[in-house]
């Protein structure tokens, strides 16, 4: 962990496949869908990674007031840049790792309730993504739109670096997903686009 | 206990009938009642009728209201340092800008012997409160000098009358006034307008008022004989004034007005209000203002319309009030993250932290499993 981590919120609730969060946060800060995120494990220098599969606004007794109240502009300005909206993310456990390497696969206990979950740098993102070993954990999870949970991690992932080496890591990554994917083509076919997209 | 509420709201709504007669009956007296009022502490009447109702004045298309609020963290002896936290969260709702309203939150930590110690008595309880309602009246302050041209309505939560503790000797309590009231004058200064807003406000200052016309303004009969309207708050007497109006303007009877804020020309006057949209069920509050804003009706109109068009927008409060009691809010997880930086720091510094036995094992057992 380092100094410059940016912190998404507490663990609300965890299992080894996933775990959900909640945290209050402005705007412009609501963690995005298919984002990198790393959960501290119950063992020093354990790390668990995931992907965000969905990030829900929760209900807020004072913006509930003006529901239907047609609020003048002034007052949606300040709800939506001044104000902290209190979220809950949900995330797929892809991965783990002990400081040293990085596996894909579920990790052996969940983080634990209250631990801090951070969002991935840059760097993080294309040392988990140099394999394609997790894409096979997302197309099997049942409770997550995989597709394009899939789709948007690699989008991540391909933005993490460098622009010359973008389209090269695209092509890698869907060369293994026709491997993986070979007797669907149809569902290929479709996640292919979304990556072109 | 059902009959006996009942009962109660019968004898309620009896009194308030007499009250809201009394009203009427003596509502041209005020210019007799302001001598015995001011002996009796009841609300000194001004020029204007006792049961006068002033409509929603119109408001300017553009204008800004600031509202400041503070909340502290008080100093524990039991903690691993002594040290005070003063938060004050303020909002400026520029009216017609279609603008995201300016939010702050200012903390100010009091750690060093002169924050802790003031003429040898710990600054905690009102001390500590004065020092909140004066960084609350700073903050709107610099507001209203930096608006410019546009008309400037300054919110405080509560009363404009500062409470300071009787027990302070007489010149320190005067001198807390007087910083409290040179803000006021800096406000004046920049022709901007300030006043107080009381929700819910539990004051028998005018039902005390009515007892004492009902005597005939007679002081000691007023002071021998019971009240009958002594439970009945102002508010109830006043939940008759339409949608958007006010109701007459009234004179704070408390001594430090009297005695502080009439010397120096800030004498505190008050009206009551329904700021409720029509059709709602009345919602009255009370406003308290200087008496440079409750005598240039410009600025009396500006502070009613402002008022209102504020507390309509949550339907029954003032808007930026509500949002700067948000940002001065101190959360429990701000006050242990707090707790546990002072702890650090000490610990860099080379200072032996620990918080007393008590406070230890009240941790201790407090954590839960």
Known sequence: MSASDLQVGRVLRASTRGFALGCAVMQPEIPAFGSFVRAEGQVSGQAIYGLIYDVSVEDDPFVRQFIGANPPEEVVRDQRENRQIPIEVRVLAVGCGDGETIRHCLPAQPPVTLDWLYQCNDEEVRTFTERFDYFRLVLEAREVPADELLAASLRVAAAARPESEREGFLIEAGRELVRLMAGEPTRLEGLLRRLRA | MGRAMAERQ?????????????LTEFADAGAALQRPARKARAAIPTEEPLDVVHGLPPIPDRFTVAAADGSQIQPDRHGAALYYLINIGSLVYRHGSGEAPEAKSESMLGYTEDDLYEDGAPVSGNLLDIRRDLGELERLVEVCESEGSVPTVALVDGSIV???????PAGARSAKVGAYLEKLDRIRRSGSVVGGFVSRPGYNEVTQLLHLANLGGDTKKASEQQNPLEHLPDRAVFATLPPGARSSLFISPKE???????????????????????GQRPIIARVEVPAWVAKDDDKLNLIHGATVAQSRITGDYPYALARADELAYISSQERAALEDMVATALIRAGVPSTPSPKAHYKRLTRRGF
């Open chain 2, 10 to 22: 019968e004898a309620f709504d009896d009194l308030l009938e007499l009250a809201r007669q009394w």
């Open chain 2, 256 to 278: 430090i007005n009297q005695a502080e804020y009439t010397r120096q020309g800030h004498e505190v006057h008050f009206f009551y209000l329904n700021v409720v949209e029509e």
């Open chain 2, 162 to 168: 500062l409470w300071v503790l009787r027990d302070r």
